[in-house]
C-alpha cells in the first residue's frame, strides 16, 4: 500500500498537471480544445514525464506485490516503500531505481494518450450530443469509455513493463533483453491473446480508478477556477 501511494503522489500528480497546462496551453483563446491528434501528444508528453518521476515507487511496488510469492530464501523483505528505496539503492546501484524505465514510459505514453486524449474527445463528444451538461454524470459516463478504451491500450505494455521489472538473472544472464524480446515470447509460448489475459480483472480496476481520478480533477479544477482565478 506505501508503495502504491507513493507511485500514485509521485507518477500522478505529475502526469496529470503536466497534461492540463498543455491542454491550456495550446486550447484556442476562446476556450476551444485543441484536436483529438494534439490530445494525444499531450497525454505522451505528460505520461513520459510522470513515468520518470514514478518508476523508483513503481519499481518498489512490483517486488513488494511478488515478494510473498517467492520461495521463504529468496524473499526481500521490504518493512515499507522507503525501505524498499534504500535497500535497492545502497544494495544494487541507485540506478536499480530506474530499471524497467523504458518500458514504464514506453506503458505510460501509451496509457495516457489513450485515457487522457479518449477522456477529453469522450467528455467533448457527450457535452455536444446535447443529452448531457458539465456535470459529474458526463464526467463518469467519459471515465468509463476512457477506461475501456485504455485497458485495451495499455494491457500488452503492462505485460512487457512488469515482467521486466520482476525478471530474474539466469545462469548470469538477465531473463529478456528488452521489451520486445518479452513480447515475442509470450506470443510465442503463451498465444497472441494472452497479451489480454485478464482484461476483465484489469478494466475492474483500472475503471473506477479512472473515474474517481477524473472526477476528483475536475472538482477540483472547478474549485481551483472559482477560489483562484476568478478572484
Not at 27 to 41: E, R, V
Not at 88 to 100: I, Y
Amino acid at each position: 500500500l506505501s508503495a502504491g501511494l507513493l507511485r500514485q503522489a509521485t507518477y500522478t500528480t505529475t502526469r496529470l498537471g503536466i497534461y492540463s497546462v498543455l491542454l491550456e496551453r495550446f486550447g484556442g483563446s476562446d476556450g476551444t480544445p485543441p484536436p483529438f491528434l494534439a490530445k494525444a501528444a499531450m497525454g505522451m508528453t505528460a505520461g513520459a514525464a510522470g513515468a520518470f518521476v514514478g518508476t523508483p515507487a513503481e519499481v518498489a511496488l512490483i517486488r513488494m506485490t511478488a515478494d510473498g510469492r517467492l520461495p521463504p530464501g529468496e524473499r526481500r523483505g521490504y518493512h515499507n516503500v522507503f525501505d524498499a528505496l534504500v535497500r535497492m539503492a545502497r544494495e544494487e546501484g541507485v540506478l536499480t531505481l530506474w530499471r524497467g524505465c523504458i518500458p514504464t514510459m514506453a506503458r505510460a505514453v501509451v496509457v495516457n494518450a489513450a485515457q487522457l486524449a479518449s477522456y477529453s474527445q469522450s467528455k467533448q463528444f457527450l457535452l455536444d450530443s446535447g443529452h448531457f451538461r458539465d456535470d459529474i454524470l458526463c464526467h463518469f459516463c467519459a471515465s468509463m469509455i476512457s477506461g475501456l478504451v485504455t485497458t485495451a491500450a495499455s494491457m500488452p505494455v503492462d505485460i512487457v513493463k512488469t515482467r521486466i521489472q520482476n525478471m530474474k538473472t539466469i545462469d548470469g544472464k538477465p531473463e529478456y533483453r528488452n521489451g520486445l524480446d518479452v513480447l515475442l515470447k509470450v506470443v510465442r509460448y503463451e498465444g497472441f491473446f494472452s497479451l489480454w489475459k485478464g482484461f476483465t480483472p484489469y478494466y475492474a480496476r483500472l475503471g473506477p480508478h479512472t473515474v474517481l481520478t477524473f472526477i476528483f480533477l475536475e472538482q477540483m479544477n472547478k474549485w481551483y477556477q472559482r477560489l483562484f482565478l476568478s478572484a
